[in-house]
């Protein structure tokens, strides 16, 4: 009954860590920049989130979508003023710039928000209603949800749609695509936008389920980042269950080994994958 | 210009040398760290800049060297030199396992690959008991600081002159081979995952040593220092904003960020960090092959360089 319950907690937090690398996985696919500042992305829209719940008093789930075309429009402005100027730059120097980034971003959030621990709390919380004897938690089940339908309408936009059938062209072959009629540097900067909005998504759900503060994003980007290897970059259902993986992985680590290898077992997980399928994290969206 | 840098180096070398003698113990304890973290740079220049794989777990050395050190003065009670060799020994023995299985992988899988070992050997060493967990350990105390300096200028200098060898050598240049094209490298007689298991073992044990006198010098060993990952970004910016694949670069690079950013955190102790962030990406986008490739332009170099850096990388 215990590794039932651990088995349904890690796929309900494997979910919402699936959404985490979603955004990275997208602007890794197509612009071809591993995003360092992701983690600190997320942690922005967390605190977008959050001060929306408590100053102006939105339903989190409801401030969720404000938050990520909030986030939507900051992830288009920095593409387009900044890591446009660099992207055709080495690898080397697009991870600088992005960790760069991600240094401003979490400092400054320490200027604003100060650096106190911050939890988005409405009043449904800490609900949970029994499942044959497991215990759900609401939130988490809601986030688990969310992931699913923002990676669902990530699928649609990109496989349906105009739009998303120019960022899979420009990411099999810019040149081709320019010549299609694709403007690369408005279409760069709304792939990053939404990159940048499913980290927003993502950050909020965070917020309900664990602790805000402005450092947290290093360790959340490490971790998108091994899921999105693990996962692959070329379809949004197979981050997910990347995540879900991750998130099994980590449970199981935590009951029978100990909290503190929770963090090894993902990267030890990389590895193996890495060592025996090289090819499993090929560059395609 | 060329002609001038390397003697230019010596005398500088030199008289840094003298430092200690005139100047105040803030001041040294300044540059000990500044000497530290260039070594560092410098190390990881090997592997990273001239064989252009970007190692995130160069900090493992360092936490090897660190603890070699650490355990053999404070647990068995023996001499600095000794401690230091167990760490040296340490570290090249976690390189050769750590590479021989990580370096057959390529590019930016590698650098992912490294990400982790870090973490790794976090969780490890604060559930050792040798190490006595994640209480630390506490070396015995020595006041002299003009002696860590000049240890680490020492080290610097060392360090240096190896990477200076690499750059003439044949060896440096079968690395160079590698970074521009690792087929074609094979194809020539380049063994490969040889030259880089040895960049990386070299790298390891200047790593490894810069970790054991900074534990003797701070005295205090536990795994949260030791195993910092953000130790490593630092070495990671300072080579790339000095120059990576140059002799001087890293090192000119690490006294300048480390300059900059004492003189941030001493003039706004509040947003240090966040303009040091600043700092970062402006030289990516104004300077993106390093400080090396600007000063090396000489009298040549005009705002144009700058804008034409821009237009080269930009959409």
Known sequence: ??????????????????????????????????????????????????????????????????????????????????????????????????????????????LLFTADFRTINP??????FPVGGLTVSVVRLAAFLVAIALASILWFVLNRLPLGRAIRATAQNLT???????????????????????????????????????????????????????GGLSNPFYVIFGGIFVGIAESLTALYIGPTYTDVISFGLLVVVLVVRPSRAVRAA | MKRFILPAAIVIAVFMAFIPGFASDTMIQFWINALLLAT??????????????????????????????????ATYHLPFGVGLAIGVVLAVIGAAVVGLPILRLRGPYFAIATLGLNGAMLAIFSNLSIANKNIGLVLPLTRNDTMFYELSLGLLVLCTATVWWVSRSRYGMGLIAIREDEDAAGTMGVNATLYKVTALILASVFTAVAGGIHAYWFTFVDPASAFDSTLNVRMVIMCVF??????????????????????????????????????????????????????????????????RNITENRL
């Open chain 1, 176 to 230: 081709a695509a320019r010549l299609y009629g694709v403007n690369p540097r408005v279409l760069y900067a709304v792939t990053f936008g939404i990159g940048t909005a499913l980290a927003g998504a993502a950050g909020g759900l965070y917020g309900m389920i664990s602790n805000l503060t402005p450092y947290i994003g290093a360790s959340l980007t490490a971790k998108s980042f091994v899921i999105a290897i693990i």
């Open chain 1, 123 to 128: 009043t449904y919380a800490g609900n949970n």
């Open chain 1, 1 to 110: 009954m215990v590794l039932a319950q651990i088995l349904l907690n890690g796929v309900l937090l494997g979910g919402l860590y699936g959404l985490m690398a979603l955004g990275m996985a997208l602007v890794w696919g197509v612009l071809n920049i591993v995003n360092l500042s992701h983690g600190a992305l997320i942690m922005l829209g967390g605190y977008v989130t959050y001060y929306l719940f408590t100053l102006a008093g939105i339903d989190p789930f409801v401030a969720l979508p404000i938050a990520m075309v909030i986030m939507f429009c900051f992830g288009f402005a920095l593409q387009w003023g900044v890591l446009n100027l660099i992207v055709r730059s080495k690898m080397l120097n697009t991870l600088l710039i992005t960790f760069g980034l991600q240094v401003v971003l979490t400092f400054t959030a320490q």
């Open chain 2, 242 to 307: 000095g120059g990576p694949g140059t002799v001087f670069g890293p090192v000119v690079g690490s006294f300048v960020l480390s300059a900059v950013y004492e003189i941030l955190a001493a003039q706004i102790s509040t947003a240090a960090a966040l303009l040091f962030g600043l700092v970062i990406v402006l030289a990516v986008i104004f300077m993106p092959r390093g400080l090396a490739d600007v000063v090396g332009r000489g009298r040549a170099l005009s705002w144009r360089y700058f804008v």
């Open chain 2, 40 to 73: 560092l740079a410098q190390a990881w220049n090997i592997l990273g800049g001239f064989g252009g794989y970007v190692s995130f777990g160069n900090s493992v050395f360092y936490g090897l060297g660190t603890y070699g050190t650490g355990i053999a003065m």
